[in-house]
Every structure is written in structure tokens, then in C-alpha cells.
């Protein structure tokens, strides 16, 4: 059974850091698409950057040059790190996968269970 399990939510101020993190089990990191989503509040999802099986990894417009994702295979750990962080990216943040090698990040069936991040002016 897929499992992510999410980390590092938090709260800070506008300017700062936080980096999440997102373990998963159940399948091995090559034959699976990651990424995140988030949810602020009266909004619907939008997904902020996700890692193919090809290794691509894409980012929205609205965190690039800001958000970096990475990933460590030997713990089949995949990091958001979110610098100058704004207020506009309030929101519950979801750890999310797809098993396949190339997606979008609508194509996600697996769900963590969600970390917030709150922002701060």
C-alpha cells in the first residue's frame, strides 16, 4: 500500500524558509510521479511542483525561482524547500503521487494527509 507521510509545516514570517518533507513507502521512487499541492483557504488545489519517473521536475509559475524540490532515493524522501516565502502561500500543502512514470499533477491518486504553512506579513 502507497504511504506519504508528510513534514516541516510551519509557521513564518514573510521573507523566510521552510523546507517539507514528504517520506513514502509502498513502491520504489523509479516507477512513480511525486509532488505537492496546496489548498489555501476558499481556494481550490493547486499543485506547486512535481518530479516525474524521468527525473523532470517542474515547477508552477507563481513559486519558480522561489521553491526547489529535490528528492533522496536511499529514503525514498522527496523535499519541497520554500524560500521568501509570501503571504499568498498560506496553505495546507499536500505531499502527492501518481504510480507512473510521467504526469501532471491532476494525475495524483495518492494523498498525504496535508501540512500547513502559514505565512505571515
Known amino acids: 500500500q502507497v504511504q506519504l507521510v508528510e513534514s516541516g509545516g510551519g509557521s513564518v514570517q514573510a521573507g523566510g524558509s521552510l523546507r517539507l518533507s514528504c517520506a513514502a513507502s509502498?513502491?520504489?521512487?523509479?516507477?512513480?510521479?511525486v509532488g505537492w499541492v496546496r489548498q489555501a483557504p476558499g481556494k481550490e488545489r493547486e499543485g506547486v511542483a512535481h518530479l516525474t519517473g524521468y527525473g523532470n521536475f517542474y515547477y508552477h509559475d507563481s513559486v519558480k525561482g522561489r521553491f526547489t524540490m529535490s528528492r533522496d532515493n536511499a529514503n525514498n524522501t522527496v523535499y519541497l524547500q520554500m524560500n521568501s516565502l509570501e503571504p499568498e502561500d498560506t496553505a495546507v500543502y499536500y505531499c502527492a503521487a501518481a504510480l507512473r512514470s510521467w504526469c501532471g499533477w491532476t494525475d495524483f491518486t495518492y494523498w498525504g494527509q496535508g501540512t500547513q504553512v502559514t505565512v505571515s506579513s
Open positions: 509502498g513502491y520504489t521512487a523509479s516507477r512513480v510521479c
